[in-house]
């Protein structure tokens, strides 16, 4: 669906939040699995229209998909202008499916990673005692109660792909940017500033400790908060 108007964009939410959609009053439970993949270009935004916080804070991720790389570039070069068609052949059953997605919840989860996801989501509130100065001063808005839950729901899914029955605190820092970068709202001090959300979001990786990182190092970063020239919100 392009450019959705207002009242599509509710009946989507209605399909990702009660899992049904309404059509003319009737109610139509939605089978699983499924889900809602939405695309946002980064320019020509004019005659589109922008989503809430609330109905952004539904997505699970977002997560940005830049050039392909090389070697990618050229296999789409050479499919798409030959008369290659693909043969696709499913490599899960809708059981299957289902089942995996029971099977995640059962990955095990320590209590101090539970609570480092839950002190990561805090400490992106401003009005947080604790939350550090950065934030303030750059934040209008922070993560709310959904972003430690998929956080901790997304991590159990990365340590099964991984082969582990246990999420570690590596789980929860890889997956940190893809959760709260629309849900991290930026005031227009860091608007005019050039500092996104994915600027503050690495910030606050490197500033909160870990039990397996309880001395944190500079990381290096490709530009800080408070230059120009980082990358825009998309």
């Keep these: 669906i392009n450019r959705t108007p207002p009242k599509t964009q509710a009946a989507l939410m209605e399909a990702m939040e009660e899992r049904q959609v309404t059509v003319g009053g009737k109610r139509y439970k939605l089978d699983h699995p499924f889900f809602v993949l939405a695309t946002q270009n980064p320019i020509e935004q004019e005659g589109t229209y922008p989503l809430p916080a609330a109905q952004l804070d539904r997505f699970m991720f977002m997560v940005y998909v830049d050039y392909p790389d090389k070697k990618e570039e050229y296999e789409i070069l050479r499919l798409t202008t030959t008369r290659y068609i693909a043969k696709l052949e499913p490599l899960l059953t809708k059981e299957e499916i289902i089942s995996l997605m029971n099977l995640v919840l059962k990955v095990r989860v320590p209590d101090e990673v539970n609570r480092y996801a839950v002190t990561l989501a805090r400490l992106t509130r401003p009005k947080e ?106």
């Design 129 to 234: 005692v604790d939350a550090p100065e950065f934030v303030k001063e750059y934040v209008a808005w922070g993560v709310g109660p959904r972003a430690p839950q998929a956080l901790i729901l997304g991590s159990k899914a990365r340590a099964m792909l991984h082969g582990r029955y246990e999420i570690s605190f590596e789980d929860i820092r890889s997956l940190v940017h893809p959760v709260f970068r629309h849900r991290l709202i930026t005031n227009f001090h860091a608007d005019a500033e050039g500092v996104s959300s994915d600027h503050i979001i690495e910030k606050l990786l490197a500033t909160v400790p870990s039990p397996d990182r309880p001395v944190m190092t500079k990381r290096k970063r490709r530009s800080s908060p408070g230059t120009t020239g980082g990358n825009g919100k998309t």
